[in-house]
C-alpha cells in the first residue's frame, strides 16, 4: 500500500480548540446536534482526564505502526494523535515508547482505532489515550499508509487539524471550521442545563419542566392505581 505525508495542513484556532477544552463531550455532540461522536467501542484507558487538541491523523496497515512513526514528525504542540487501520485491528500499535516521542513535542494524547499497550506507563506518565482495545499483541513496520488525510472512524470523518475533544464518555470531532461556533453553542447549552440542574435541586420534575406530561398524554400513556392496574381489591 502506497500513501502520502501531507505537511503542515491547517488547524482550529487554538483558542477556539482550549475553549471547547472546558466543555464535556456529551456537551459538545449536543451541541453540534449529536453529531461527531467516535462510537462506544473508543473508550479511555484512564479516568478522570479530559483532553482537546487539534487531530493529526493516521492511516496505517493493520498490525503495522510504521506510519504512526512517520506521523511523530509531523506532531506539534496542542496536537492529539489519531490513528485508524485500513481493515479492523486490536493489535496493540501504540505504547509507552511512542508516548514518550509525542509527550516531548507537546501532544496531549492519542486516540486509536486499533488497540493500544503499556496502559498502566500510560498512566504514571500522564499520557491521555483512548483505544478500541487494550492488547500486548505487538506489530510490524513494513507497510506504507498516510499521515494528515482524512480517516473515518465510526463513520465521522477527520480530517487533520480539526478539534479532537475526549474525556471518561468518549471521543467527538469538531470540524476546524466550526470550532469557535460550537464552543458558543456549548456554552448556551450549559448555561441552559445550569438552570435546568438549579430547578432540579430545589425540588421542580423534568415531567413539568420539560413539559412532558403533556407528551405522555399525547401518546396514550395513562396513569392507573395499584388497584386499578392489577384489579385486585384493597381487602384481597
Request: glycine share 14%; with cysteine.
Amino acid at each position: 500500500m502506497s500513501g502520502v505525508i501531507v505537511t503542515d495542513p491547517p488547524k482550529a484556532d487554538a483558542q477556539d480548540v482550549d475553549a471547547l477544552a472546558g466543555f464535556g463531550v456529551a456537551t459538545v455532540g449536543e451541541a453540534m446536534g449529536r453529531t461527531g461522536l467516535l462510537g462506544p467501542r473508543i473508550r479511555p484507558v484512564q479516568q478522570g482526564v479530559r483532553v482537546a487538541g487539534t487531530a493529526v491523523t493516521v492511516l496505517s496497515w493493520p498490525g503495522d505502526n510504521l506510519m504512526i512513526h512517520a506521523a511523530v514528525e509531523q506532531c506539534g504542540e496542542g496536537d492529539i494523535l489519531v490513528v485508524t487501520t485500513t481493515s479492523p485491528s486490536t493489535d496493540g500499535m501504540f505504547g509507552e515508547l511512542f508516548a514518550t516521542a509525542l509527550q516531548r513535542r507537546g501532544v496531549r494524547g492519542v486516540v486509536t482505532d486499533a488497540g493500544i499497550r503499556d496502559t498502566q506507563e500510560l498512566r504514571d506518565m500522564g499520557f491521555a489515550a483512548w483505544a478500541r482495545a487494550v492488547c500486548a499483541q505487538g506489530t510490524v513496520k513494513a507497510t506504507g499508509g498516510s499521515v494528515n488525510v482524512p480517516i473515518v472512524i465510526d463513520g465521522q470523518v477527520v480530517r487533520p487539524g480539526d478539534v479532537i475533544l475526549a474525556d471518561d464518555d468518549g471521543v467527538v470531532v469538531v470540524p476546524r471550521e466550526r470550532a469557535r461556533a460550537t464552543a458558543e453553542a456549548a456554552e448556551v447549552r450549559e448555561a441552559k442545563e445550569a438552570a435546568t440542574r438549579a430547578a432540579f435541586v430545589d425540588g421542580q420534575l423534568g415531567l413539568d419542566r420539560y413539559g412532558l406530561r403533556d407528551t405522555l398524554k399525547r401518546l396514550g400513556v395513562e396513569y392507573r392505581t395499584y388497584e386499578e392496574y392489577t384489579g385486585e381489591g384493597a381487602g384481597s
